[in-house]
């Protein structure tokens, strides 16, 4: 019998959506707000990555239509070949100064830093220790690497020296330790200090994937070597302009050497093209404001503790998270989304995250904080949590 070469096509979308695992698309009408319209309705936003509301403020979106108009829509090519323009020199420029390291690099997303920079820092002869939660991008990073693997239990600092350990005996060229900043899923942030002291210990280079991280850890948001007072001494830190930054876009910071490596050998980088200048316009502005206006910082962490401490006395459990990450935790899939739909129809937009994405039985509600929330909004979410937690008997 003659293939059909795309039947797998729909047979494979069905058998997702017959077990709920398919994603069904909301509609954001208008922008990303902390109070906007989904799907028609006006809701609380509780679960962007837009942490500082910086996609709305007025110098970064000023500063991308005045780009845009002076330098057009487009780049015109990939950096290596005639799109390196000198709004993206600033840019990274911008980023080292205000993380306080030697050099950085923009890519046009933080997927693709993953993905295009992880292989070339690993190869035959090499292993990559990865913690066990980390994010798809690095996942996939490493799975392009002929590197051995060597995984360590999620922030088992024990274990993740026995495996250094065993490394170091077995005589590995190098050894990369890769982990999250903040873990997305959590909210509990990686022990940054005794990583990289580790990593000192035995040769190893560290690398640390800080998507979750930039805009929020440190007094300004310089992200997680800021946070620990490392700064200097983690050897890849990884970041996005498509959280807290409000824009879009990935970047590698530490030394000149490492930025200079990653550009020559990133496929990611070399052969796709680079930002449109409104892009980078927003990206250099986002940096400026995040330096010059700590006001945003400072509100989006007050909204984190107030938030988070009502919540768990009303009694939800928010696990381990320590930063605007905070999960609730509903117990089997059924429950979260029951409850995410509760919350839909009370006002609040939050959505669930479940099995196969978490363990089973850890279901839960991840909410991000914003700073663009008021006080009244973050009462009114909460009476909404309290409603429908009650209704699932989740408190
Ligand atoms: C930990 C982590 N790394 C990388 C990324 C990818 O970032 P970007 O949106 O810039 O591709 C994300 C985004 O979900 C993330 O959470």
């Not at 306080?100 to 820092?121: C, K, M, R």
Request: hydrophobic residues 35%; glycine residues 10%.
């Amino acid at each position: 019998m003659k293939r059909n070469p795309t039947e797998f096509l729909r047979e494979e979308y069905n058998y997702l959506k017959e077990n709920s695992l398919e994603w069904k698309l909301r509609v954001l009408e208008g922008p990303s707000a902390p109070r906007c319209v989904v799907d028609g309705k006006p809701v609380i936003m509780m679960c962007s990555n837009n942490y500082l509301n910086l996609s709305n403020h007025p110098k970064i979106i000023q500063a991308s239509i005045d780009a845009t108009r002076e330098l057009g829509a487009g780049s015109g090519s990939v950096r290596p070949i005639a799109g390196n323009m000198k709004i993206h020199e600033e840019v990274e420029k911008a980023v080292a100064d205000f993380k306080g390291t030697e050099s950085s690099l923009v890519y046009q997303t933080g997927f693709a830093a993953n993905s295009g920079l992880i292989p070339q820092l690993a190869g035959k002869g090499d292993i990559i220790i990865s913690d066990s939660l980390n994010h798809g991008s690095i996942i996939d990073g490493v799975r392009l690497s002929p590197a051995d693997r060597g995984t360590d239990e999620h922030q088992d600092i024990g274990q993740l020296e026995d495996v250094l350990r065993e490394s170091d005996k077995k005589g590995y060229k190098k050894i990369l330790v890769i982990t999250d900043g903040v873990f997305s899923m959590d909210g509990d942030v990686a022990q940054a200090d005794k990583i990289v002291a580790l990593c000192e210990e035995y040769g190893a280079m560290s690398y640390f994937d800080d998507a979750h991280g930039e805009g929020v850890l440190g007094p300004k948001g310089e992200g997680i070597a800021a946070h620990f007072g490392i700064q200097g001494k983690i050897d890849v830190e990884i970041g996005t302009f498509s959280k807290a930054y409000g824009v879009v876009g990935g970047m590698v910071a530490g030394s000149e050497d490492l930025t200079k490596y990653a550009y020559n050998k990133s496929r990611t980088w070399l052969l796709s093209g680079s930002a449109p200048p409104g892009v980078a316009a927003a990206q250099l502005a986002a940096v400026q404001v995040l330096d010059q206006e700590p006001e945003h910082h400072k509100t989006l962490w007050e909204n984190t503790d107030y938030f988070k401490k009502e919540l768990i006395s009303m009694g939800f459990d928010t696990n381990n998270s320590v930063t605007p990450i905070t999960p609730v935790m509903c117990g089997e899939s059924k429950t979260a989304k029951e409850m995410s739909d509760g919350l839909y129809e009370h006002g609040v937009f939050a959505l669930p995250i479940v099995f196969p994405m978490v363990a089973q039985g850890k279901a839960r509600i991840r909410t991000i904080m914003n700073a663009g929330l008021t006080r009244q909004d973050l009462d009114d979410a909460l009476n909404a949590f309290e409603k429908v937690g009650k209704s699932l008997k989740i408190i």
